[in-house]
């Protein structure tokens, strides 16, 4: 059974830092991309950031470039989100997600973690 | 950045209708559309992949359509189960921007 679970998320001041993790299980984790997505309070989805199963390519947002750095161990089968510079507007549920095609650069995400909420708040 | 513009963003409806959401693109994306289900609390929920290609698991009253830059989400009768928040999303070129979202409540 798949299984994505974040961690992470907190109350955090404006200008502060916070590193999210996703643990993930039941599939083999180096072969697909995986992706961060957020969703403000009574808001809609934004994709946040990307990356590809070795981790050798990333992307992200416009709303977060230079300021959010994802990354991945696969050893330990686990996908980081490295947020810098937070600011109010970055305050979302942040969710993991699973591409649902190995080796595709080109992906839909066929699973989710629960989410973990960051408050970005003085 | 490819713009997802779904509509409409509201849609009352009852059980047993049958309804269709619309998703546009801002450019060309072939068919590397997908159609997701989100319920208030949770994560969202894949339905269609690939624009009409059903997740394992959805009912077949789900169908998606179109090609190019129009697509289009058709529940064909709808039951109560259905009455969430419905998300289109690009996967053609990263960003993979989703959709503002159309809430399907009940009419």
Redesign the interface.
Known sequence: EVQLVESGGGLVQPGGSLRLSCAASGFTFSSYAM?W?RQAPGK????VS?IVGSGGST????SVKGRFTISRDNSKNTVYLQMNSLRAEDTAVY?CAKG?IPAAA?????Y????TLVTVSS | ?IQMTQSPSTLSASVGDRVTITCRASQSISS?L?W?Q?KPGK????LI??ASSL?SGVPSRFSGSGSGTEFTLTISSLQPDDFATY?C?Q??S????????TKLEIK
């Open positions: 992706s997505v809609g989805l934004e994709w990307g992307y992200y947002a416009d969710y649902g080109r992906i839909s995400f066929d989710w973690g629960q989410g | 950045d590397w997908a997701y989100q994560a969202p929920n894949l992949y690939k997740e998300y999303q996967y053609n990263y960003p993979h921007t989703f959709g503002q979202g």
